[in-house]
């Protein structure tokens, strides 16, 4: 499916949901390289809202607009060959929240190659997990991996077995 098909189909399923939720909005498109991967961004006009509307949706750290996000990923997906993950946006929070999760996978790794002992980041979700693991994926002497069971699921990074065998 073409990208302008995935968009219209994204922002399309994206404006049903918050009619039907009473959080009516008009939804803009656009699809981003995130690291290795292409992401369709949906971004929630949050000047159509009331704030406690946007409030509402970014409540819990984020977890209403990661449920929101889970939900349109797992449908808009169903049946298609080329499976393309969906970003939602509302008021600047994802890019916000990149800003911080960048900060929180680089000290980890400085820690971890001062340390040489592995760090584990607790209280991410697993979108979160997924991009710590990205941005961190380009370390050659990090590796990461998660530990645990939901919803206690960690991310563990350490050094490489290579790097940690050098003195």
Request: net charge negative; charged share 25%; proline share 3%.
């Amino acid at each position: 499916m073409a990208e302008t098909q995935l968009q219209q189909r994204g922002q399309q399923w994206l404006e049903t949901f918050l009619k039907l939720a009473a959080f009516p909005a008009t939804v803009s498109t656009e699809v981003r390289d995130n690291f290795a991967e292409k992401s369709c961004w949906l971004t929630i006009d949050h000047t159509s809202l009331q704030p406690a509307q946007v409030e509402a949706l970014l409540s819990n750290n984020g977890a209403v607009l990661d449920s929101i996000q889970y939900l349109a990923s797992s449908i808009l997906n169903i049946g298609q060959e080329e499976q393309i993950p969906y970003t939602i946006e509302l008021d600047g929070y994802r890019d916000r929240r990149l800003q911080e999760l960048t900060a929180i996978a680089e000290n980890a790794a400085a820690r971890v190659r001062e340390t040489g002992e592995e760090y584990e980041i607790k209280s991410l979700s697993s979108a979160e997990r997924r991009q710590v693991h990205s941005i961190l994926q380009s370390g050659e002497d990090i590796e990461t991996y998660s530990r645990g069971q939901e919803p206690d699921r960690r991310l563990v990074v350490k050094l490489t077995g290579s790097a940690s065998e050098e003195p």
